[in-house]
């Protein structure tokens, strides 16, 4: 199943009267799996950080709760912690379609040479995407019920 953001499927070479050589499919497949490798590390990268950073701030806001003359304040912390959580998932996504991309086009080089590095798994990414998904929603539910109660607490 493909993702609206995953780019477009190029994972056979040109139509050419000539393909390419072994030696630049391996160029190619070193290339691609480099960049999966990396666009990985990147989304992982950027999300523990604002993981580990919404944690932070959601901890000085609830520590200053009592304070009412600082509800401008949180509010505009957690609704700057809402666009954070958001931002960071629609840049996940797209680099994880980058990611995958990658990886088709390493297994179509693997078919083409008769290798099995990635066409031997048989791990579906679906479940993890899933799981991605569910705890970016709970950070948001987490800045949603926060910025309410310091409406409410305040509001008393």
């Not at 066409?119 to 993890?128: E, I, N, P, V």
Request: neutral net charge.
């Amino acid at each position: 199943m493909s993702d609206s953001s995953d780019p477009p499927d190029n994972d056979s070479p040109p139509n050419h009267e000539s393909k390419a050589s072994p030696e630049h499919l391996i160029v190619e497949y070193q290339a691609a799996q480099d960049s999966a490798q990396h666009h990985d590390t990147l989304v992982w990268s950027v999300t523990s950080v604002m993981w580990g950073g919404s944690l932070v701030l959601l901890g000085f806001i609830l520590a200053a709760l009592k304070e009412p003359g600082l509800r401008v304040l949180m509010t505009g912390l957690c609704l700057l912690g809402i666009a954070l959580t958001i931002g960071v998932w629609v840049f996940a996504v797209k680099l994880a379609a980058v990611k995958r991309h990658k990886y088709r086009r390493c297994k179509a080089i693997e078919r083409e040479l008769h290798l099995q590095q990635h066409t031997s798994l048989s791990y579906s990414f679906g479940s993890g995407r899933l799981i991605y998904g569910v705890l970016m929603a709970l950070f948001l539910a987490a800045w949603a019920l926060t910025l309410c109660t310091v409406w409410y607490r305040h509001a008393c």
